[in-house]
């Protein structure tokens, strides 16, 4: 079993930072694709940044510039640093990770979800 537990969401001024963290726990093969996401109130949930497991960054539009994603694979965790921070960034954030499991019947590789941090910005 595998479980991303998020931390560091808050309530911070607009202009402000907030740093998030996501750390995995359990057993697996591999962990592959570390992700962010968000959904605001009434909006669907989008892909915020995404990192390879050898540190390719990938990242939405409206945050290239404000937002870093870094992961540090011993300690299977996913940071998401965010500065700037802009009223439309409010949402609750959720970590994603593709990770390979070996089961009765090989390896499996399945995406796990935490259970997401409100970041609200507002003044």
């Known amino acids: 079993q595998v479980q991303l537990v998020e931390s560091g969401g808050g309530l911070v001024q607009p202009g402000g930072s907030l740093r998030l963290s996501c750390a995995a726990s359990?057993?697996?093969?591999?962990?592959?694709?570390m992700s962010w996401h968000r959904q605001a109130p009434g909006k669907q949930r989008e892909l915020v940044a995404s990192?390879?497991?050898?540190?390719?960054?990938n990242y939405v539009d409206s945050v290239k510039g404000r937002f870093t994603i870094s992961r540090d694979n011993v300690k299977n965790t996913v940071y998401l640093q965010m500065t700037s921070l802009e009223p439309e960034d409010t949402a609750v954030y959720y970590c994603?990770?593709?990770?390979?499991?070996?089961?009765?019947?090989?390896?499996?590789?399945?995406?796990?979800w935490g259970q997401g941090t409100q970041v609200t910005v507002s003044s």
């Open positions: 359990g057993s697996w093969i591999s962990i592959g694709v």
């Open positions: 990192i390879t497991s050898d540190t390719s960054t």
């Open positions: 994603n990770a593709d990770v390979v499991t070996k089961g009765p019947g090989g390896f499996v590789e399945l995406a796990y």
